[in-house]
């Protein structure tokens, strides 16, 4: 198993026991530009993923 | 940093942001709980997250809604209006609803096609027709104060905007007040421009407000998104480099020293006393004292 990061329709499979925000960056994700969620929660930058975890990553910037 | 206020539990966030957006409307004398105001509303996450704000901060706060009839493959307008009314009666708030192409006879990508503005996207005729509707229904319907949901990182990449074409008639106007006109324009606040946009998510989510996810088809490529990408992947590697940039200009601008010509003749000058190069140092310049600095310790390490 891994841990598989959903952005819209993207997937992105990363090494489990990395930070959140390692993994994202690792993924060319700007951190500041996603809120992450887990099980419908919202977890933090220094979350450490666990083998098995889905985060689903919500796009924050909006305009036009 | 800021950042660490999105690792507060889910309930003391859920209080932190009303409680600071209070702290703003003060700070910049926005408005009181005697004013009647209207909140642009767009179905979005910011907007509807103000809407949520001032209501259970006690302010009288009714929404406007204006259908721009977009469609864009994705239902846009319809859905996004469907969440604006939504979020209103499940609140038991007033939303006034304005359909442009019944009031004007098109909607805004065919009045865009046709008055020829704008190169190929309606988003010049669109903003000049939200401006001219939320003034017209602020000043029909009576009230004292129009809000919108600009959050930091929207303030942000206008300014950046306007800095980097230094466009000083924009720089003078931009800020979390715009004072009503003479001539009986509203007052205009962004009671969230101090709010990261990442900060504004996270309430939205937490606080549970359904809101349209989907970006408007037009706004594709816009220049203000790639001015945020930017600022976010300075934000990035700086942490508070979006509210800095925002918060020293509001400063410079308050203090009239934005702009350098007027700073350079405030400034004395006087020539070094031993180099003879102009400095505003009291005594010798910069450089001459860091070579005597560096001197003296060299001699004392001796
Ligand atoms: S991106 Fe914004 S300004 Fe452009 S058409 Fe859509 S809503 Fe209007
Ligand atoms: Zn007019
Ligand atoms: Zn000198």
């Given at each position: 198993?891994?841990?598989?990061?959903?952005?819209?329709?993207?997937?992105?499979?990363?090494?489990?026991?990395?930070?959140?925000?390692?993994?994202?960056?690792?993924?060319?994700?700007?951190?500041?530009?996603?809120?992450?969620?887990?099980?419908?929660?919202?977890?933090?930058?220094?979350?450490?993923?666990?083998?098995?975890?889905?985060?689903?990553?919500?796009?924050?910037?909006?305009?036009? | 940093?800021?950042?660490?206020k999105?690792?507060?539990?889910?309930?003391?966030?859920?209080?932190?942001?009303?409680?600071?957006?209070?702290?703003?409307?003060?700070?910049?004398?926005?408005?009181?709980?005697?004013?009647?105001?209207?909140?642009?509303?767009s179905?979005?996450?910011?907007?509807?997250?103000?809407?949520d704000?001032?209501?259970?901060?006690?302010?009288?706060?009714?929404?406007?809604?204006?259908?721009?009839?977009?469609?864009?493959?994705?239902?846009y307008?319809?859905?996004?209006?469907?969440?604006?009314?939504?979020?209103?009666?499940?609140?038991?708030?007033?939303?006034?609803?304005?359909?442009?192409?019944?009031?004007?006879?098109?909607?805004?990508?065919?009045?865009?096609?046709?008055?020829?503005?704008?190169?190929?996207?309606?988003?010049?005729?669109?903003?000049?027709?939200?401006?001219?509707?939320?003034?017209?229904?602020?000043?029909?319907?009576?009230?004292?104060?129009?809000?919108?949901?600009?959050?930091?990182?929207?303030?942000?990449?206008?300014?950046?905007?306007?800095?980097?074409?230094?466009?000083?008639?924009?720089?003078?106007?931009?800020?979390?007040?715009?004072?009503?006109?003479?001539?009986?324009?509203?007052?205009?606040?962004?009671?969230?421009?101090?709010?990261?946009?990442?900060?504004?998510?996270?309430y939205?989510?937490?606080?549970g407000?359904?809101?349209?996810?989907?970006?408007?088809?037009?706004?594709?490529?816009?220049?203000?998104?790639?001015?945020?990408?930017?600022?976010?992947?300075?934000?990035?590697?700086?942490?508070?480099?979006?509210?800095?940039?925002?918060?020293?200009?509001?400063?410079?601008?308050?203090?009239?020293?934005?702009?350098?010509?007027?700073?350079?003749?405030?400034?004395?000058?006087h020539?070094?006393?031993?180099?003879?190069?102009?400095?505003?140092?009291?005594?010798?310049?910069?450089?001459?004292?860091?070579?005597?600095?560096?001197?003296?310790?060299?001699?004392?390490?001796?």
């Open positions: 198993m891994a841990v598989k990061l959903i952005l819209r329709d993207k997937e992105y499979e990363v090494r489990p026991g990395m930070a959140l925000v390692d993994a994202l960056k690792k993924n060319n994700i700007v951190p500041e530009s996603v809120i992450a969620t887990r099980d419908g929660e919202m977890i933090t930058d220094d979350e450490i993923l666990r083998d098995g975890d889905v985060v689903k990553l919500i796009a924050v910037i909006s305009g036009g | 940093m800021r950042q660490h999105l690792a507060l539990c889910k309930e003391h966030y859920l209080e932190w942001i009303p409680e600071q957006t209070e702290r703003f409307i003060k700070k910049y004398e926005m408005f009181t709980r005697e004013e009647k105001i209207l909140v642009a509303v179905g979005g996450k910011d907007s509807l997250s103000l809407w704000i001032l209501v259970r901060l006690g302010y009288q706060a009714d929404g406007l809604y204006l259908g721009l009839g977009i469609d864009g493959g994705i239902n307008s319809n859905e996004s209006r469907r969440l604006a009314e939504k979020f209103a009666k499940e609140n038991n708030l007033k939303l006034h609803v304005v359909d442009i192409e019944k009031e004007y006879g098109q909607p805004i990508p065919v009045m865009a096609q046709i008055s020829h503005r704008g190169y190929g996207k309606p988003c010049a005729v669109c903003g000049l027709a939200k401006r001219h509707e939320m003034n017209r229904i602020a000043r029909d319907l009576g009230y004292d104060v129009l809000a919108t949901g600009h959050n930091l990182d929207d303030e942000a990449a206008v300014l950046f905007g306007n800095t980097l074409n230094w466009v000083s008639e924009y720089l003078l106007r931009q800020g979390p007040v715009l004072p009503a006109s003479a001539d009986g324009l509203a007052r205009k606040v962004k009671p969230l421009c101090r709010f990261y946009e990442r900060e504004m998510t996270a939205a989510i937490a606080r407000i359904e809101y349209i996810y989907e970006e408007c088809p037009f706004a594709e490529g816009s220049q203000s998104i790639l001015y945020k990408e930017t600022l976010n992947q300075l934000e990035t590697v700086r942490p508070g480099a979006k509210l800095i940039f925002y918060l020293n200009f509001l400063e410079a601008r308050k203090s009239g020293n934005l702009f350098i010509e007027k700073n350079m003749e405030m400034q004395k000058m020539p070094c006393p031993k180099c003879g190069q102009p400095t505003s140092a009291p005594d010798f310049c910069s450089f001459c004292r860091m070579i005597e600095k560096m001197k003296a310790e060299i001699t004392s390490s001796d």
